[in-house]
Protein backbone atom coordinates (compact mmCIF):
# COMPACT_ATOMS: atom_id res chain seq x y z
CA UNK A 1 0.00 0.00 0.00
CA UNK A 2 1.18 3.58 -1.05
CA UNK A 3 2.72 5.71 2.06
CA UNK A 4 1.12 9.31 2.11
CA UNK A 5 1.50 11.92 4.59
CA UNK A 6 -1.33 14.67 4.92
CA UNK A 7 0.06 17.78 6.79
CA UNK A 8 -1.65 21.13 7.04
CA UNK A 9 -1.51 23.85 9.64
CA UNK A 10 -4.19 22.49 12.56
CA UNK A 11 -4.01 25.41 15.59
CA UNK A 12 -7.40 24.57 17.31
CA UNK A 13 -7.60 27.99 18.43
CA UNK A 14 -8.06 28.61 14.34
CA UNK A 15 -11.09 27.11 13.17
CA UNK A 16 -10.73 27.64 9.58
CA UNK A 17 -7.07 26.07 9.65
CA UNK A 18 -8.20 23.30 11.95
CA UNK A 19 -10.58 21.67 9.59
CA UNK A 20 -9.57 22.58 5.89
CA UNK A 21 -7.51 19.08 5.47
CA UNK A 22 -8.99 16.88 2.56
CA UNK A 23 -8.07 13.80 5.01
CA UNK A 24 -10.88 15.17 7.06
CA UNK A 25 -13.63 14.99 4.57
CA UNK A 26 -12.40 12.11 1.58
CA UNK A 27 -11.62 8.20 2.32
CA UNK A 28 -8.25 6.96 0.71
CA UNK A 29 -6.27 3.92 -0.12
CA UNK A 30 -3.54 4.26 0.93
CA UNK A 31 -1.44 4.50 4.34
CA UNK A 32 -1.55 7.51 5.61
CA UNK A 33 1.01 9.59 7.52
CA UNK A 34 -0.58 12.95 9.82
CA UNK A 35 2.21 15.68 10.48
CA UNK A 36 1.47 18.81 11.19
CA UNK A 37 2.50 21.69 8.75
CA UNK A 38 5.05 23.82 11.38
CA UNK A 39 6.46 20.35 12.21
CA UNK A 40 8.79 20.49 9.46
CA UNK A 41 10.55 23.58 10.91
CA UNK A 42 12.36 20.92 12.99
CA UNK A 43 13.77 19.01 9.83
CA UNK A 44 14.75 21.96 8.02
CA UNK A 45 17.10 23.31 11.24
CA UNK A 46 18.02 19.67 11.62
CA UNK A 47 16.28 18.62 14.87
CA UNK A 48 16.91 15.42 15.68
CA UNK A 49 13.50 14.51 16.69
CA UNK A 50 12.55 15.32 12.69
CA UNK A 51 15.50 13.46 10.75
CA UNK A 52 15.80 14.68 7.20
CA UNK A 53 15.37 11.28 5.24
CA UNK A 54 12.14 10.78 6.92
CA UNK A 55 10.66 13.64 4.56
CA UNK A 56 12.95 12.96 1.56
CA UNK A 57 11.17 11.04 -1.64
CA UNK A 58 7.68 10.78 -0.20
CA UNK A 59 4.27 11.78 -1.21
CA UNK A 60 2.98 14.64 0.49
CA UNK A 61 -0.42 16.37 0.22
CA UNK A 62 -0.60 19.49 1.19
CA UNK A 63 -3.61 21.21 2.23
CA UNK A 64 -5.40 23.65 2.62
CA UNK A 65 -4.60 26.94 4.35
CA UNK A 66 -2.73 30.26 2.64
CA UNK A 67 0.80 28.40 2.75
CA UNK A 68 1.97 30.57 -0.38
CA UNK A 69 3.81 33.99 0.44
CA UNK A 70 6.87 35.70 -0.41
CA UNK A 71 10.50 33.99 -0.37
CA UNK A 72 12.34 34.37 2.78
CA UNK A 73 8.61 33.53 5.04
CA UNK A 74 8.55 30.64 6.79
CA UNK A 75 5.87 29.65 5.57
CA UNK A 76 7.12 29.55 1.91
CA UNK A 77 10.48 27.79 3.23
CA UNK A 78 8.37 25.01 4.58
CA UNK A 79 6.99 24.91 1.17
CA UNK A 80 10.06 25.08 -1.38
CA UNK A 81 11.68 22.19 1.52
CA UNK A 82 8.74 20.37 1.02
CA UNK A 83 8.37 20.46 -2.49
CA UNK A 84 12.50 19.98 -3.63
CA UNK A 85 12.44 16.61 -1.53
CA UNK A 86 9.33 15.17 -2.00
CA UNK A 87 6.43 14.65 -5.06
CA UNK A 88 3.76 16.89 -3.91
CA UNK A 89 0.20 17.78 -4.00
CA UNK A 90 -1.29 20.92 -3.53
CA UNK A 91 -4.81 21.10 -2.53
CA UNK A 92 -7.00 23.87 -1.61
CA UNK A 93 -3.90 25.81 -0.39
CA UNK A 94 -3.76 29.72 -1.07
CA UNK A 95 -1.48 32.87 -0.98
CA UNK A 96 -1.26 35.10 2.00
CA UNK A 97 0.63 37.76 1.81
CA UNK A 98 0.26 41.50 1.96
CA UNK A 99 3.60 41.86 -0.51
CA UNK A 100 4.37 39.97 -3.95
CA UNK A 101 3.45 35.97 -3.98
CA UNK A 102 5.97 33.76 -5.08
CA UNK A 103 3.90 31.95 -7.52
CA UNK A 104 7.74 30.66 -8.93
CA UNK A 105 7.44 27.70 -6.52
CA UNK A 106 4.41 25.99 -8.59
CA UNK A 107 6.69 25.40 -11.61
CA UNK A 108 8.74 22.84 -10.02
CA UNK A 109 8.57 19.54 -11.28
CA UNK A 110 8.07 17.78 -7.73
CA UNK A 111 4.57 19.20 -8.30
CA UNK A 112 2.53 16.62 -8.95
CA UNK A 113 -1.13 18.19 -8.94
CA UNK A 114 -1.78 21.96 -7.85
CA UNK A 115 -4.85 23.09 -6.80
CA UNK A 116 -5.41 26.69 -5.27
CA UNK A 117 -8.34 28.49 -3.40
CA UNK A 118 -6.59 31.61 -5.36
CA UNK A 119 -8.49 32.28 -8.56
CA UNK A 120 -5.06 33.61 -10.62
CA UNK A 121 -4.87 33.65 -13.96
CA UNK A 122 -1.00 32.64 -15.84
CA UNK A 123 -0.21 30.57 -12.92
CA UNK A 124 0.78 26.51 -13.03
CA UNK A 125 -2.43 25.51 -11.11
CA UNK A 126 -6.07 24.67 -11.38
CA UNK A 127 -8.84 26.34 -9.29
CA UNK A 128 -9.53 24.37 -6.46
CA UNK A 129 -11.66 25.48 -3.32
CA UNK A 130 -10.74 25.15 0.47
CA UNK A 131 -12.31 21.08 0.83
CA UNK A 132 -13.82 22.57 4.37
CA UNK A 133 -16.76 23.19 1.54
CA UNK A 134 -17.14 19.27 2.28
CA UNK A 135 -18.71 20.08 6.04
CA UNK A 136 -21.80 18.51 6.74
CA UNK A 137 -22.71 21.28 8.87
CA UNK A 138 -23.03 23.36 6.01
CA UNK A 139 -26.40 21.38 4.65
CA UNK A 140 -27.54 22.54 8.23
CA UNK A 141 -29.20 25.73 7.26
CA UNK A 142 -30.88 28.19 9.73
CA UNK A 143 -34.89 28.35 8.68
CA UNK A 144 -34.94 32.11 9.74
CA UNK A 145 -31.44 33.80 9.33
CA UNK A 146 -31.91 37.51 10.54
CA UNK A 147 -29.76 40.81 11.20
CA UNK A 148 -25.96 40.98 10.93
CA UNK A 149 -23.12 38.75 12.45
CA UNK A 150 -19.68 39.86 13.46
CA UNK A 151 -16.91 37.21 13.26
CA UNK A 152 -13.32 38.14 14.48
CA UNK A 153 -9.97 36.33 14.63
CA UNK A 154 -9.16 38.30 17.79
CA UNK A 155 -11.51 40.41 20.83
CA UNK A 156 -12.19 43.62 19.65
CA UNK A 157 -11.02 43.23 16.25
CA UNK A 158 -13.88 44.38 14.92
CA UNK A 159 -14.95 47.85 17.20
CA UNK A 160 -18.77 47.86 16.05
CA UNK A 161 -21.54 46.59 18.12
CA UNK A 162 -23.43 43.37 17.94
CA UNK A 163 -23.86 40.10 17.52
CA UNK A 164 -20.31 38.61 17.49
CA UNK A 165 -18.12 35.43 17.50
CA UNK A 166 -14.55 34.70 17.68
CA UNK A 167 -12.65 31.77 15.66
CA UNK A 168 -11.59 29.85 18.69
CA UNK A 169 -15.21 27.72 18.67
CA UNK A 170 -15.76 24.34 16.83
CA UNK A 171 -16.64 24.64 12.78
CA UNK A 172 -20.36 23.61 13.65
CA UNK A 173 -20.94 26.65 16.39
CA UNK A 174 -19.27 29.01 13.88
CA UNK A 175 -21.60 27.68 11.06
CA UNK A 176 -24.62 27.70 12.66
CA UNK A 177 -23.76 31.19 13.71
CA UNK A 178 -23.02 32.55 10.21
CA UNK A 179 -26.05 30.36 9.10
CA UNK A 180 -28.13 32.33 11.56
CA UNK A 181 -27.85 35.90 10.12
CA UNK A 182 -28.27 37.61 6.60
CA UNK A 183 -25.03 39.48 6.63
CA UNK A 184 -21.89 38.92 7.82
CA UNK A 185 -18.45 41.38 8.47
CA UNK A 186 -15.24 39.15 9.38
CA UNK A 187 -11.59 39.37 9.60
CA UNK A 188 -11.23 35.93 8.86
CA UNK A 189 -10.64 34.26 5.55
CA UNK A 190 -12.46 31.00 6.48
CA UNK A 191 -15.06 33.64 8.06
CA UNK A 192 -15.08 34.96 4.19
CA UNK A 193 -15.28 32.20 2.26
CA UNK A 194 -17.84 29.86 4.23
CA UNK A 195 -20.56 32.86 4.54
CA UNK A 196 -20.34 32.85 1.05
CA UNK A 197 -21.17 29.16 0.88
CA UNK A 198 -23.99 29.86 3.03
CA UNK A 199 -25.16 32.76 0.64
CA UNK A 200 -24.90 35.50 2.78
CA UNK A 201 -23.86 39.24 2.29
CA UNK A 202 -20.41 39.69 3.75
CA UNK A 203 -17.66 41.92 3.79
CA UNK A 204 -14.00 41.93 5.00
CA UNK A 205 -12.77 43.54 7.62
CA UNK A 206 -10.07 45.89 7.26
CA UNK A 207 -9.25 49.49 8.83
CA UNK A 208 -5.46 49.38 6.72
CA UNK A 209 -5.19 50.47 3.24
CA UNK A 210 -3.02 47.15 2.45
CA UNK A 211 -5.14 44.51 1.41
CA UNK A 212 -4.25 40.45 1.69
CA UNK A 213 -3.89 38.55 -1.54
CA UNK A 214 -5.68 35.73 0.45
CA UNK A 215 -8.91 38.07 0.51
CA UNK A 216 -7.86 39.87 -3.69
CA UNK A 217 -7.93 36.49 -4.89
CA UNK A 218 -11.10 35.21 -3.78
CA UNK A 219 -13.25 33.75 -6.71
CA UNK A 220 -16.40 35.52 -5.67
CA UNK A 221 -14.36 38.34 -4.42
CA UNK A 222 -15.49 40.58 -1.75
CA UNK A 223 -16.14 44.05 -0.68
CA UNK A 224 -12.79 45.33 1.98
CA UNK A 225 -15.04 47.93 4.50
CA UNK A 226 -13.79 50.04 7.86
CA UNK A 227 -15.89 51.55 10.81
CA UNK A 228 -16.98 54.12 8.39
CA UNK A 229 -18.73 52.79 4.97
CA UNK A 230 -19.63 49.29 6.27
CA UNK A 231 -23.63 50.07 6.09
CA UNK A 232 -23.33 51.77 2.24
CA UNK A 233 -21.00 48.60 0.99
CA UNK A 234 -23.64 46.16 2.44
CA UNK A 235 -26.55 48.01 0.70
CA UNK A 236 -24.80 47.72 -2.44
CA UNK A 237 -22.97 43.60 -1.66
CA UNK A 238 -24.58 41.07 -3.98
CA UNK A 239 -24.98 37.10 -2.30
CA UNK A 240 -22.74 34.87 -3.90
CA UNK A 241 -25.27 32.05 -5.07
CA UNK A 242 -24.46 28.59 -5.88
CA UNK A 243 -20.77 28.39 -4.49
CA UNK A 244 -21.25 25.69 -2.06
CA UNK A 245 -22.49 23.13 -5.29
CA UNK A 246 -19.68 24.44 -7.46
CA UNK A 247 -17.27 24.11 -4.47
CA UNK A 248 -17.89 20.47 -3.45
CA UNK A 249 -17.86 19.08 -7.11
CA UNK A 250 -14.54 20.66 -8.05
CA UNK A 251 -13.43 18.95 -5.13
CA UNK A 252 -14.89 15.56 -5.75
CA UNK A 253 -13.55 15.99 -9.13
CA UNK A 254 -9.74 16.85 -7.61
CA UNK A 255 -10.40 13.71 -5.04
CA UNK A 256 -10.49 11.47 -8.43
CA UNK A 257 -7.23 13.38 -9.97
CA UNK A 258 -5.65 12.92 -6.27
CA UNK A 259 -6.28 8.79 -6.19
CA UNK A 260 -5.16 8.31 -9.43
CA UNK A 261 -1.63 9.99 -9.97
CA UNK A 262 -1.11 8.60 -6.84
CA UNK A 263 -1.86 5.11 -7.65
CA UNK A 264 -0.03 4.85 -10.63
CA UNK A 265 3.28 6.47 -9.04
Not at 239 to 254: A, C, I, P, Q
Request: aromatic content about 12%; overall charge negative; glycine content about 8%.
Amino acid sequence: MKKVIFTHINYEGNVGDFNCSPFDYYKFPFDIELIHYMDFIGAIQGDPNFPHHKFKDRIIVIGGGGLITTKGDHLQEILRYLIENNKVILWGVGSNTTYKVDWDILNHPNILLAGLRDRVYGINAEYVPCSSCKHPAFDNSHPLPKGLGFHSHRPEEIPMEGDKILNNVSIEELINFLSSKEEIITTSYHGTYWSQLLDKKVLHYNENEVVGSKYLNLKQGVNICNSKNYKELLEISSKSVGLLKESRYLNDKFYTKVIDIIQNL
